[in-house]
């Protein structure tokens, strides 16, 4: 592939110049510094522009599934452009809309039988947040507007979406953002108060009761969701503790609060169902998911609702009045589509349940390491917490995560051959997702390469 753009500028010149990149600081490239371009995937593997060659550790951004280079993706995506490249949903259906909701249907649980698309999982939250408020008013509770969700909890950029994220830092640059969003504790358990460290199901107790004060502490007829992802991403992939969801349920249903299972990253396979409210037995009244749905092929996302929540849609001139101008796009049901094709001809669904064992057996073996706490998560995504300590569990402060994961670890972990995250929106972890499609000689290579770079890590220190 030529290093030039179609003007003849260097590319890595004309991305100082006139890319601006996503949650990226532009410093680094200012003075000599270059972003890394890549230029092709296959398999579980990407190649730069310099044909260096990556295990791709987090599936592009938690995303592609079925892994790089499927040609018959691409297929399916050019021969629907040919017959219909695009057409809206607004007050029209198309064909690849039709039939991937009535898909999408059957793979949820309960009674999840209405889809409505959007073009991403920002989106899809945004939607989710909506109708719940408009819900609550149709069926003439119109104070239920609030919502709950938990600390650390990345939910989307859009401005409802970030009010419903816990993320400080994320949000501070945008304020005031959408009132009504509160905040309780996540399933951290690694982090969990001392006298629950040694009982999982306490502490999940515990972790879920906590919703309960806060619908109490703002009144249930002010409260319309609570915004739950199955293993919450951000702070490191936190699993939720036995008898969770099975408690938040109950609280939901007390107090007649909507439950929206936030799945764009764990859905599509990521934890083993195509569903992870399924690997974890609850049935919400939303699920929020993209990403995996099209393994990243064509942008999609879409938010799943109950009959219940769509029945006040039913009649007179009752509408959810909103959309996107691209949600449910011809060419991107068309690859999902052939994306679930894929899902469902090569079993990856059981390939994940069945391997993500020797997963975690292999990232396990790190903590031999001093500097790893922790490693936790489920299916094919795990997060590996750094410490200063194991023994009382010292993290780093702001100067040494910077250090570390900043100016050692991203750029270390790349060059050694591995993409991945080393992210520090909580405690400072190693963030893995990798391709659905991966067995025990990447889980090797994977392993290799983390206690390699990050033994040298702790030599930095």
């Avoid at 996302?301 to 009959?307: C, E, K, L």
């Avoid at 009382?392 to 991945?420: H, I, N, P, V």
């Amino acid at each position: 592939m030529t290093a030039t753009t179609p003007q003849g500028t260097r590319r890595s010149d004309a991305a100082r110049d006139h890319l601006w990149m996503h949650f990226t600081r532009h410093s680094a490239y200012e003075n000599g510094g270059e972003a890394p371009v890549i230029v092709r995937g296959d398999g579980a593997y990407i190649w730069d522009a310099a044909g260096r060659r990556y295990l791709d550790g987090l599936a592009g951004l938690f995303t592609v599934q079925v892994g790089h280079g499927r040609t018959e993706l691409a297929e399916a995506a050019a021969r629907q452009a040919g017959e219909l490249a695009f057409f809206p949903l607004w007050s029209y259906a198309h064909p690849g809309a039709i039939d991937l909701a009535e898909r999408l249907a059957g793979y949820a649980p309960g009674d999840l039988n209405r889809v409505f698309f959007t073009t991403g999982g920002g989106e899809a939250v945004e939607s989710a947040w909506k109708l719940a408020k408009q819900y609550w008013k149709l069926v003439g509770r119109p104070t239920k507007h609030k919502v709950i969700s938990r600390a650390v909890a990345y939910h989307g950029t859009p401005q409802g979406a970030l009010s419903i994220t816990g993320i400080p830092a994320a949000k501070e640059a945008f304020e005031p953002l959408v009132p009504g969003a509160f905040k309780v504790p996540n399933t951290n358990h690694y982090r969990a108060p001392e006298h629950l460290r040694d009982d999982a199901k306490a502490f999940g107790r515990w972790a879920a009761d906590r919703i309960e004060e806060a619908i109490l502490f703002e009144g249930p007829e002010t409260v319309a969701a609570v915004f739950l992802e199955p293993v919450q991403n951000s702070g490191g992939c936190f699993p939720p503790p036995p008898g969770y969801f099975d408690r938040v349920r109950e609280i939901c249903d007390t107090y007649d609060v909507l439950l929206v299972s936030d799945e764009v990253i764990c859905a599509f396979g990521r934890i083993g169902s195509m569903f992870a409210c399924d690997d974890f037995s609850y049935v919400p009244d939303i699920i929020t998911c993209a990403k995996g749905l099209t393994s990243g092929y064509s942008p999609l996302g879409a938010m799943i609702a109950s009959d219940r929540l769509f029945e006040p849609f039913r009649a007179g001139s009752t509408s959810f009045s909103h959309g996107y101008t691209f949600g449910g796009h011809p060419v991107s049901t068309a690859v999902a589509m052939a994306n679930l094709d894929i899902f469902e001809r090569e079993g990856l669904n059981d390939h994940v349940k069945q391997n993500a064992p020797a997963f975690r057996a292999t990232l396990e073996k790190l903590l031999d390491l001093p500097i790893v706490g922790d490693v936790r998560g489920e299916g094919y995504f795990y997060g590996i917490e750094l410490v200063k300590d194991k023994a009382t569990r010292e993290t780093f402060d702001d100067d040494e995560s910077e250090r570390l994961l900043r100016g050692f670890l991203s750029k270390a972990l790349f060059d050694a051959g591995l993409y991945c995250r080393a992210d520090d929106r909580g405690d400072p972890v190693v963030q893995l997702a990798p391709p659905l499609i991966i067995g025990q000689p990447e889980f090797d290579e994977i392993e290799g390469i983390l206690r390699s770079v990050l033994s040298e890590a702790w030599n930095h220190l």
